[in-house]
């Protein structure tokens, strides 16, 4: 019993440092992020949208199956 208990929580480590080998994996190969001053103006031009359509989605809702704006 105390066997079987021991390599369940060696198997379990060993998905664990899998886990963690990944994300370690991920973390040294992932590109640098972008700061808001490059991404501002990247629209610029290809979305044509005023404030009142903007803000009729932001405030929608749905009324017994009916969307309400």
Known sequence: MIEEKLVMQ???LEVQLAVLKEQLKRLSSTKPTKSFAD???ILAGKISS???EINSVRYG???E???ER
């Open 65 to 67: 199956g009916t969307k």
């Open 50 to 52: 005023n404030e009142e």
């Open 10 to 12: 060696i198997k379990a």
């Open 61 to 63: 809702f749905e009324w």
């Open 39 to 41: 991404l501002y103006g």
